[in-house]
Nanobody, 117 residues
Framework: QVQLVESGGGLVQAGGSLRLSCGAS????????MGWYRQAPGKERELVAI???????SYADSVKGRFTLSGDLTKKTVYLQMNSLKPEDTAVYYC???????????WGQGTQVTVSS
């Protein structure tokens, strides 16, 4: 069993900042990648940022220059610093981890981010 615990969502005004945290626990020998996705009402879930082991972090074009993904995959923890937030960033943000063994993926329960105009 693998569990992901997210925190840090909330309500913020446009131009503000929030920091999301995600920690993984359970039967994890090694993580291949870890990051964040989001899903706005009526839209499909989309990649926000993901950090692969030994590779470069990838960002959605819509968040480049505003969001920063950091963390330590050996410590099974990632953080998403979100600056200059816009109303269109409003969504439920989900943490995802992909295990090295078998490339199985796991999702967190989601945390709501609401940006008011």
């Amino acid at each position: 069993q693998v569990q992901l615990v997210e925190s840090g969502g909330g309500l913020v005004q446009a131009g503000g900042s929030l920091r999301l945290s995600c920690g993984a626990s359970g039967s994890i020998s090694s993580i291949a990648a870890m990051g964040w996705y989001r899903q706005a009402p009526g839209k499909e879930r989309e990649l926000v940022a993901i950090m692969p082991r030994g590779g470069s972090t990838s960002y959605a074009d819509s968040v480049k220059g505003r969001f920063t993904l950091s963390g330590d995959l050996t410590k099974k923890t990632v953080y998403l610093q979100m600056n200059s937030l816009k109303p269109e960033d409003t969504a439920v943000y989900y943490c995802k981890t992909i295990l090295s063994f078998g490339l199985r993926d796991y999702w967190g329960q989601g945390t709501q981010v609401t940006v008011s105009s």
